[in-house]
């Protein structure tokens, strides 16, 4: 079903760009059709089923290939490529130590996992930035949670994990976990295609929301579901009370996104960055400097 998601988006690009404009209906048709195949490849029961294939070690024969087709280097994984037991084990592979160490800024808010920029700035009265098009709200992304109130003029980050990265989650700060929460919802993809042209995929999908509070700020780390990884797993299946700046908190089966969001007034962000970017875990994403402007928000618990 992904590589039938994946060839059809690209087939779609094509015909956009070659065809002449008095048939462009014709490719709005096509779409509509291609957004309803991914409305039914969104379906929990379907991402189950593929999920529970990849732990099987019947999956294990596709190791070799899935790693060739994503260019993953093998010789920064943990262990050798024969000695994981399903196609699940292999993509939740830890690194060898010391490939991702974290920035020496004690007050750097460091980015939790491998991924790419797809949308960063401040949030604007509970107004997340424009990501691929759609504008998402504080509200929406933390189901409506009375923790948003801290986050209604704070910064976000949207970072996407494709096939190829690893795909561990780290603590972007040292601090206290206030809080879980466990979000239902679909397991749409969140690739450029839904992104663009599926409504408010960060928002309507299965996530896992982490509330970590610093002694600088508070931090939201939402941790977004797709196909196929509608299982997002902590460390071990347990919580932590508290985590350190780069620990390992979490892992997602398959590829999907991590949305960041960082309390008012807290914040600076590194001027080097921009959406498209490559970061890694580890890598500093600004500096948290504690509160400098004051906001009506309430008690911070």
Do not use: W
Not at 93 to 114: F, I, Q
Not at 234 to 263: C, K, N, Q
């Amino acid at each position: 079903m992904v590589a039938l998601l994946r060839v059809s988006s690209f087939c779609v690009k094509i015909i956009e760009y070659t065809m002449p404009l008095n048939l462009r209906g014709v490719l709005r048709v096509a779409k509509a059709l291609f957004r309803l195949l991914t409305e039914l490849s969104s379906r929990a029961a379907i991402s189950r089923l593929a999920g529970a294939f990849a732990r099987s070690s019947f999956s294990r024969k596709l190791i070799p290939r899935f790693a060739k087709l994503y260019g993953i280097p093998m010789e920064h994984a943990e262990k050798s490529i024969d000695q994981y037991e399903s196609l699940n084990a292999f993509f939740t592979r830890r690194l060898k130590p010391g490939l991702r160490p974290v920035d020496t800024d004690p007050n750097a808010l460091v980015s939790p996992v491998d991924a790419l920029i797809t949308g960063m700035g401040p949030i604007s009265d509970g107004t997340v930035l424009n990501v691929k098009g759609q504008r998402y709200s504080v509200e929406e992304l933390l189901n409506r949670s009375p923790r948003m109130i801290h986050y209604r003029n704070g910064y976000c980050y949207v970072l996407y994990l494709s096939p190829s990265d690893y795909h561990r989650i780290h603590s972007p700060v040292t601090g206290k976990m206030e809080e879980t929460e466990a979000i239902s919802g679909k397991v749409y993809p969140v690739n450029d295609f839904g992104l663009k042209h599926m409504n408010k995929v960060l928002s309507r999908n299965v996530r896992k929301v982490s509330y970590i509070r610093s002694s600088k700020g508070a931090v939201a780390v939402i941790k977004v579901g797709a196909f196929n990884v509608s299982s997002i797993r902590y460390v071990d299946d347990v919580v932590p009370e508290a985590v350190e700046r780069g620990e390992e908190l979490a892992y997602f089966e398959f590829g999907s996104t991590v949305v960041l969001l960082i309390e008012n007034g807290t914040f600076v962000p590194e001027p080097g960055l921009a959406i498209g970017d490559k970061v890694q875990v580890g890598q500093s994403l600004g500096v948290l400097r504690g509160k400098t402007i004051t906001h009506k928000e309430g008690p911070s618990s």
